[in-house]
């Protein structure tokens, strides 16, 4: 324990009166200084004066107890009780101070008992490990509000001492029990004044803050946790106090407060700092810090915070821009409309857009314009100021890489140069893996377009396909793929086929790999209903109850919709984790993958041929959706393969017992189990039992 350069001084030349005076000085204003004082004593023991030592850590000692400083008092007998309390003594002063800071307590007795507070009371190490056991399990005693994870807030109701368990009432789950010692692993005190205790609390009070004070919640949130917390997080802090229908209007006020601060890029996080000026003096070190595309951010989001500070950022975008503006034009470009946008155009700079259009290479230029409206903003201007912007549209055609900016100049180019935008049509459909973002805009562009699908609807099929397995087209792969589902482009094209094509077309779906089995199934289902030539022997119809057929669609769907993307993003994190070859869950989610596919692709063709069973008119006889009533009371149904029951005499049409008996009548004999009985009536069965 370190100690005062002066009282060393005073130690060495033993003026133990000038450290007696600092020390009662000390103690009258500030006796919770233990470092101080605890530092000063064990210094004065190494010296061979105890009994001074002891002599003032009993005064100290007075004077904590004198003004109720329980607390400080049990940190000062843990760290020098040995110095001034007798052996034989200790234990008890601990357990009178524990009294008094804990005696109200409803369960002080019973869980000091349950930490062996009264056994073995002159082992003081562990005395001081039970001291610690002790207060832990009194955070969970009667009345505290409590966190667990996956259950929310709730409130301790009831300590078992006898099963060592603390009884939890959450909002949705009662009387859930919690083992002593799981409790500092599960549950999480909440102070008075935490966010989530207030839910509890007092929920009405936080959802007037709503509307009324948007900050003043928000400053509850961000200071109850400890830490910057993203916008995820504060609503589901608030989850049950702010409406989903209120909540973009509330965030928007609240973050607008001077003290909100914002770090990050894409998810932000928040805190909230001591004063305006600090928050001020944040944003300012973190613009400092940032590159300047990210300064153009920060500019944005926090300019309107104070006039001053916006200054002070423009000005040193305008230094960046000058700077950009012969080596990256883009850069330049998107600072003065930014200032433009926040603080008015900048005036008399050499950087402003007319010049850069004049100057700057237009590939040069547009290529550095991250922005995508701000590029849509340059295109404009070159058409409206440029005679030769076809030719610089035609230019840009080939590194655009955003569909909606890839219309606008689609559109311009139809209008003014027909040929050369047929010739980048061709030239994409030819080979597409030159421009793959562009192949990608012709390709959903068609779904809507009839022209582009009849420009070479079986060219465009095999390409979609094709691309959808090189290396080239992977940041454009999902697109590609949403192409094939109903009512997206492939399955548009088939309508432009031609009776010669279909088979190429055919052709192409069945090597199509990158599709699922049911997405292959599916298309070549379509192609075969269109194109009389590609119909195969038409298989045999497979009969259901129409609640049978309905309930196998809701599989199929379910499987389409929830099964087959869940697992696909499973098998994308279990990539994610690393080698291939030892990871259980890629290998296990693969599996899956296959039998959802498998499961997938054998309802789809079953569902392709299923036929609903009518209701009988003719009951003389056994037919598919007939029920027999059998002599000693015993029934036996004929239904399809899908309501099989054999062990409750329900039969498929497809067993050797179902075509055995179709057409037998009334008064025939059906041998079951080496009996055989007579059939005594026949009934429809084509809706389920009631």
Partial sequence: MSISRNTQTQLSKGDFSAIETDWLAKTAASPEELDYFVGVARALTGNGEDSRAATLLEMLDDEL?????????????????????????????????????????????????????????????????????????????????????????????????????????????????????????????????????????????????VKEQPSELLHGVLSSFGRPLNATEIREALAGIVSESQWTGFWNAARKHQQVVAAGTGKQTYRWAETSADALDDVWRAYT???????????????????????????DLGRLAEIAQATEPGLAWEIWFNLERLLGAPEGVVWAPESLLEDAEPRHLAGGIEDRLLRERAYAMWREKSERWPEIFRDLFGIEQDPRALDLLADGLQVA?????????????????????????????????????????????????????????????????????????????????????????????????????YQRKQLANALELRFASLRKEEEAPLYARRDSIEEKRIELQNLLTVEIPNNRKAIEEARAHGDLRENFEYKSARQRHEYLNARAAGLNGDLTRVRPIEEPTDLSEIRIGTRAHLAGGRTLTLLGPWESQPEQDVISYESELGKSILGLRIGGEIPLDGVKYKIEAIESATEPAA
């Avoid at 004044?193 to 007092?202: C, D, N, P, V, W």
């Avoid at 920060?298 to 309107?304: C, P, T, V």
């Avoid at 009512?487 to 192409?508: K, M, Y």
């Fill in 65 to 209: 107890k004198s003004k109720e400083l329980w607390r400080a008092r049990l940190k000062l007998l843990a760290r020098a009780g040995g110095i001034y309390v007798a052996d034989d003594k200790l234990h008890a002063a601990i357990m009178a101070t524990l009294k008094r800071i804990h005696g109200s307590r409803p369960s002080f007795a019973g869980l000091a008992e349950a930490a062996g507070l009264s056994r073995a009371t002159h082992d003081l190490p562990k005395t001081w490990e039970k001291v610690e056991r002790f207060e832990s399990l009194l955070a969970f005693d009667v009345g505290s509000v409590v966190m667990m994870e996956g259950k929310g807030v709730g409130r301790v109701v009831e300590v078992n001492l006898g099963l060592e368990s603390f009884k939890v009432d959450f909002e949705r789950i009662r009387g859930m029990n919690v083992g002593f010692k799981a409790a500092a692993k599960l549950l999480r005190p909440l102070e008075p004044g935490h966010i989530l205790r207030r839910k509890l609390e007092e929920p009405e009070t936080l959802k007037s803050l």
């Fill in 289 to 315: 810090k940032a590159d300047p595309r990210r300064k153009i951010e920060l500019f944005r989001r926090d300019a309107g915070r104070d006039p001053a500070l916006a200054r002070k950022m423009a000005d």
């Fill in 417 to 517: 140069a027909p040929k050369d935008y047929e010739r980048i049509l061709d030239g994409l459909l030819a080979q597409p893996h030159r421009q793959p973002c562009a192949f990608a805009w012709l390709a959903e562009r068609a779904a809507t377009d009839e022209s582009l699908r009849a420009r070479n609807p079986l060219r465009l099929m095999q390409q979609i396909f094709t691309s959808l397995n090189r290396d080239e087209f992977l940041p454009v792969r999902l697109r590609l793929l949403a192409l094939v589902e109903s009512g997206s482009t492939v399955p548009r094209l088939l309508s432009h086929l031609s009776e010669a094509q279909a088979p190429q077309a055919f052709d192409a779906v069945e090597r199509a790999a990158a599709l699922e089995p």
